[in-house]
């Protein structure tokens, strides 16, 4: 296939780029950025608010995978102008173009907008997918995604360290290794068989306790006894201010997530997991987590 990338200079793009071409498929992926060289990937210069670029971007493309997204703003403009204004974009390019399939990446907190402004945007792009006349779009939600490259997760590793989690109110919460997740991805973008809403998972059943996936998951994979410490709302919400007066923009913790963090049930619905025949998960979570925390330790930052 030729496929058409937005997002791939982030951390899922990355790994499906490296998936992609691995499997013999020739990537177009947008980039703000000059890019050095590739075997199978062309860089094309520009954003999503080119359109231009994004012409250039999806000419002839096989499929088109819509991955960028912004998961941290000041406000819910910035949430409307990365995960709206942008979707919007894309989309129209790729209906200019007549590109056969579409598969849109959008996150788990759109089944519930209103507890954030990240899930609001995700849940109005959403929206701009199935309201266009494309000839094939499929959407992805993806819970938490994990896996070498991601710095999201990285406090959660540095402070497992120290033998403490620090996770939300009691409440469940679904995880997906990022290759997994890429692999679903290329099957979508090849397999224009599949629509609707989709909601990939690592295939825990029930999915994960906040204690045992932030706490005894993680704590093992960093080679320590950690003990879990359920914070209420609002001493994660005078984290997330602590949290955004040292780091700024840089902060992890906000709080628009803190809105959606403290959501009792992050898990899939079993009825929109993928068809097996398509994709199943392959790699098993705490695998996936001393993976990650190898890679971690090899770039000096764990």
Not at 92 to 121: C, E, T
Not at 180 to 196: H, K, P, Q, S
Not at 228 to 240: C, N, T
Not at 243 to 266: E, I, K, S
Request: charged share 20%.
């Amino acid at each position: 296939m030729i496929v058409a990338l937005t997002g791939g200079t982030g951390f899922v793009g990355r790994r499906l780029i490296a998936l992609a071409v691995e499997a013999g498929h020739e990537v177009r992926a947008l980039t703000r950025r000059r890019q050095a060289a590739e075997p199978g990937v062309s860089w094309i210069e520009g954003a999503l608010d080119n359109p231009a670029a994004l012409a250039t971007l999806v000419d002839g493309a096989d499929a088109v995978i819509h991955v960028a997204g912004v998961v941290r703003a000041p406000d819910r403009a910035g949430f409307t102008v990365g995960n709206i204004d942008g979707t919007r974009a894309i989309v129209a390019a790729a209906l200019g173009a007549g590109v056969d399939r579409f598969v849109h990446v959008s996150s788990l907190a759109a089944r519930a907008p209103a507890l954030s402004d990240y899930g609001w945007s995700k849940a109005e792009s959403e929206q701009l997918v199935c309201s266009a006349a494309l000839p094939s779009a499929v959407i992805v939600r993806p819970p938490a995604v994990y896996g070498p490259g991601d710095l999201e997760m990285l406090d959660t590793f540095r402070v497992a360290r120290w033998g403490v989690a620090f996770t939300p109110p009691a409440g469940r919460m679904a995880v997906i290794h990022v290759d997994d997740l890429a692999r679903l991805l290329l099957a979508l973008a090849a397999d224009a068989a599949y629509g609707g809403v989709l909601e990939p998972d690592d295939g825990t059943p029930g999915g994960w306790s906040h204690a045992d996936f932030l706490g005894h998951a993680i704590g093992k994979a960093v080679g320590k006894r950690v003990t879990p410490i359920a914070l209420p709302r609002p001493l994660l919400s005078l984290a997330a201010r602590i949290d955004g007066a040292l780091r700024g923009a840089d902060a992890r913790l906000t709080p628009d997530r803190v809105g959606y963090m403290c959501h009792p049930d992050w898990t899939v619905d079993p009825l929109r997991r993928p068809d097996p025949a398509l994709w199943q998960p392959q790699i098993p979570t705490r695998d996936g987590l001393a993976e990650t925390v190898a890679w971690y330790r090899a770039q000096e930052l764990l």
